[in-house]
């Protein structure tokens, strides 16, 4: 099993659509988690962390399971510039983090 | 001012070839990182250093050496290119070796061989 499971894609949504992105993880003692955001042919960049408590920030919503071992993203009333490649992000235990494969989202006018 | 930059930008090299990467972070952090994102876009973890010292090499072919010489830049020297080493290299930063903190990236270092 690999480390940290995405589904690749791509979603494919009308702007304003909601849309929600599924991660798995298999190490059960990671402790932090993130989502972070990957414009083609750019580096990645945070997102936003991942709490037990699960958090909010603007139209973006990240949910954590420990005892299922996933987190979710969800982005309501989505927007053009919202397309770009989600990559989940777990700590292994030990750093250094490790990164999901990506998930692609396209917002269509 | 670029907080985490990686020169150069591209890379086209021959086969064969010795090149070297840099990376240099004004962040004030104390660890350091080298990715691998392949053509698949999967991005690996090659190297972590810390105030200087290695502290994670992930089975990396010893071509690639990587070198600290302050803990604000790690960079990144590869022998004897191969074909098989194009991607796009990326360093990264984060203020300690714990995890709670996210990491920021270089906007990435993109190698080709031929």
């Known amino acids: 099993r690999k480390e940290v499971e995405q589904d690749p894609g791509p979603f494919n949504v009308p702007e304003g659509a909601t849309v929600a992105f599924n991660c798995t993880y298999s190490n059960s003692a990671s402790q932090s988690f993130f989502w972070y955001r990957q414009d083609c042919r750019k580096e990645p960049k945070l997102l936003m962390s991942?709490?037990?408590s699960g958090n909010e920030d603007g139209r973006f919503t990240a949910q954590l399971n420990r005892a299922s071992q996933y987190i979710s993203l969800l982005i309501r009333d989505s927007k053009l510039s919202d397309s770009a490649t989600y990559l989940c992000v777990v700590d292994s235990g030990n750093t250094p983090l490790v990164f999901g494969k990506g998930t692609r989202l396209s917002v269509i006018a | 001012d670029t907080a985490v930059s990686q020169t150069p930008k591209y890379l086209v090299t021959q086969m064969g070839n010795d090149k070297s990467i840099k990376c240099e972070q004004n962040?004030?952090?104390?660890?350091m990182y080298w990715y691998k994102q392949d053509s698949k876009k999967f991005l690996k973890i090659m190297f972590s250093y810390n105030n200087k010292e290695l502290i994670i090499n992930e089975t990396v072919p010893n071509r690639f050496s990587p070198k600290s010489p302050d803990k604000a830049h790690l960079n990144l020297h590869i022998n004897s290119l191969e074909l098989g080493d194009s991607a796009v290299y990326f360093c990264?930063?984060?203020?300690?070796?714990?995890?709670?903190?996210?990491?920021?990236f270089g906007s990435g270092t993109r190698l080709t061989v031929v």
């Open positions: 991942v709490y037990s």
């Open positions: 962040l004030g952090h104390d660890t």
């Open positions: 990264a930063s984060s203020p300690t070796r714990q995890v709670p903190y996210g990491y920021t």
